[in-house]
């Protein structure tokens, strides 16, 4: 008779205690699947440890008919290894989550949603390979022109007969490197979230049985079961869609990748262009390996201003300034392309009253509803876009009853019925956003049309940044208004800004920014050419204020129908860590920025700790009950 501790694949009632104990005839392995019951359900859960009954003490002897016995054993072995275990533990700790749901990370989706799944074990090989004496420090790589260094790495590397995994943010740019990667090796795959049950399992096997040489993917490819690998390679390392905000845990790719590379001692390369300040001061301080690579062609940013202050004075009312209509149209002329940066998508941010003030809002989100002239195959439409409800615009304002409505803002759409005015039939522009593309293919379609010639102005949002644009046909880029990205209260927000405008500048030879507040430091800053010395002030400024890299932030959420309950709810938690962490630094109890979402009121709690405050995590861990949110290294704050 053995006594066995599993870790179920579902969120259970308490955080603090995430294994059940039960017993078996059997003895499964360490890392089997298992099924076995938990009140009236039956419930998949892996085996963390399995003990014959004579070695459990006494009173455990004497008690254990309490305990139920385990349903059945699914997997003949192991499906999660010796050191994904260390990982998914680590992974628990460090974002304060169920450790059964960030198991769920690493194993396929088919394998938890089939009744009887077919499992081949998976082996555990790292663990008997020899580990080097060498420890690897992580590499900062600061380049723009980053591909031919990694391919030779890659190359090393393969001849070693280690594994490579390779990073990038979104989906979309899977295609710019795998062609390169197939040159290197034909096992080489791309792994993704929008892969299908069978093909996933497959690669999972594959991955484990040593079949694959090179794994390009997004961020969920760390968790497949690797059997030597050598190698991490995450481009883009700043890009903020290695973070997980949808589903929990809300793990960062790059700290991941960071933490898989320390428990299997692989080299690690974290390369960018436009590399995040928490980087760059890790590799100032020795913490990571500098290796910077001097740019070719962009080592000076052509970079211009516009006060849209003046714009106003010479009664111009456009999106547009005349310094920018003048440069459109010479761009065109010399037929030559142009890309538009906007922050929006749709026609209007908001549809405002002008006599009584009332913005027309989602009656389920609080949120003001955007104005869309298409979205998708209809017009002229209000939508949400937290909830995604939709609504015919209104004719007169729902509470004054005025006729006095105006669209205030501009989006995506507006810039297209700018551009017409300016343009007339020399100008084609498009837009690219995940509205108007919202797959992979439409937005494939739209970067082969604008390359081809068909479009000679394209219009977008964070998206441009995934395509494989050509900058030599690109003549001008320009942000339409940089105002909404710096005046969010976040302490991200110069940084952020900094990054677009570097990363906008390298897609053409000239970048236009137009702008109410052309005394921003940050722009002194660029057009100078001195981004140094704006990382050195930013990195001065976020220590004085206890912000990361210097702390790290964990932001607390709880929802509720009843508005009284959340705020309560909130400030009843603050109250409890302040006297269970003396001296905590908190901000809040405080709503969120969309106050409401699906007629739920969000309600957060800012913590700011060491670094590494494993102590203080542990403590936030007892404290909270499973409806609160917790994310560690959230992306806002708002």
């Known amino acids: ?182 040159k290197i090796s034909k096992n080489t795959i791309a792994f993704h979230s929008d892969i299908k049950g069978s093909q996933e399992k497959k690669y999972w096997q594959e991955v484990n049985q040593g079949k694959v040489d090179i794994v390009i993917g997004t961020r969920t490819s760390l968790f497949l079961p690797f059997n030597n690998l050598g190698l991490i390679i995450l481009d883009e390392e700043e890009n903020e869609s290695y973070k997980s905000w949808d589903q929990h845990p809300k793990y960062h790719a790059r700290t991941v990748a960071l933490k898989l590379a320390e428990i299997l001692n692989s080299e690690i390369i974290l390369g960018s262009r436009t590399p995040s300040l928490e980087s760059i001061l890790r590799a100032q301080q020795g913490k990571y390996e500098f290796l910077r690579q001097a740019t070719k062609q962009k080592s000076d940013l052509n970079i211009s201003i516009v006060d849209m202050k003046e714009e106003i004075r010479k009664s111009n009312f456009s999106i547009f300034s005349e310094e920018l209509q003048e440069k459109l149209i010479k761009t065109i002329s010399d037929n030559k392309k142009a890309i538009l940066f906007m922050n929006r998508k749709g026609s209007a941010t908001a549809i405002l009253c002008r006599d009584c003030g009332h913005i027309i809002k989602c009656q389920d989100c609080e949120s003001p509803m955007v104005y869309h002239k298409t979205l998708g195959s209809r017009t002229n439409l209000l939508a949400c876009h937290y909830c995604g409800k939709t609504m015919i615009p209104p004719a007169v304002c729902p509470k004054c009853k005025s006729w006095r409505i105006k669209y205030v803002g501009s989006g995506t759409q507006k810039a297209i019925e700018e551009l017409k005015k300016i343009g007339k039939d020399k100008i084609n522009p498009v837009i690219i956003d995940s509205d108007i593309a919202p797959t992979k293919k439409e937005q494939e379609q739209i970067e082969q049309d604008f390359a081809k010639g068909k479009y000679n102005v394209l219009i977008g949002t964070q998206l441009l940044f995934s395509l494989n644009l050509a900058p030599e046909d690109i003549s001008l880029a320009a942000i339409v208004l940089a105002d909404p990205l710096f005046n969010m209260p976040e302490y991200r927000s110069p940084e952020r800004l900094a990054q677009i405008i570097q990363k906008i500048s390298f897609l053409a030879k000239e970048t236009l920014i137009q702008t109410y507040n052309p005394d921003l430091r940050l722009f002194n800053f660029l057009k100078n050419n001195n981004f140094n010395d704006f990382i050195a002030e930013e990195i001065k400024h976020r220590k004085s204020l206890f912000y990361p890299p210097f702390s790290e932030i964990i932001k607390l959420t709880f929802s509720h129908k009843n508005l009284d309950a959340a705020k309560r709810e909130t400030a009843e938690l603050k109250r409890k860590v302040q006297k269970a962490i003396p001296g905590v630094r908190m901000l809040g109890p405080a709503p969120a920025l969309t106050p409401k979402i699906k007629n739920k009121y969000f309600w957060h709690l800012i913590m700011k700790i060491k670094p590494e405050s494993s102590a203080e995590k542990k403590i936030i861990q007892e404290l909270i009950t499973p409806d609160w949110s917790v994310d560690v290294e959230p992306l806002s704050l708002l």
Not at 47 to 73: A, C, G, R
Not at 79 to 95: A, F, K, R
Not at 109 to 136: C, G, M, T, W, Y
């Open 1 to 182: 008779m053995f006594i066995i501790e599993v870790i179920p694949l579902v969120k259970i009632a308490s955080l603090n205690s995430q294994t059940l104990t039960y017993f078996s005839s059997q003895r499964p392995e360490v890392g089997a699947l298992v099924l076995a019951s938990l009140g009236k359900s039956e419930i998949k859960a892996i085996v963390k440890s399995v003990e014959p009954l004579e070695n459990i003490k006494i009173q455990i002897k004497k008690d254990y008919f309490k305990l139920k016995p385990i349903s059945k054993i699914i997997s003949d072995g192991p499906i999660i290894n010796q050191y994904q275990m260390e990982l998914c533990q680590w992974l628990s700790d460090y974002y304060i989550s169920p450790i059964g749901i960030a198991l769920k990370l690493f194993i396929p989706k088919n394998i938890l949603r089939s009744k009887k799944p077919v499992i081949q074990k998976i082996s555990d090989s790292h663990s008997a390979i020899e580990k080097q004496n060498k420890k690897f420090l992580p590499i900062l790589f600061y380049s723009e022109e980053r591909v031919k260094k990694y391919l030779e790495i890659i190359k090393k590397t393969i001849r070693q007969n280690q594994q490579v995994l390779f990073l990038v943010p979104e989906i979309g740019q899977i295609s710019k490197y795998l062609p390169h990667l197939e």
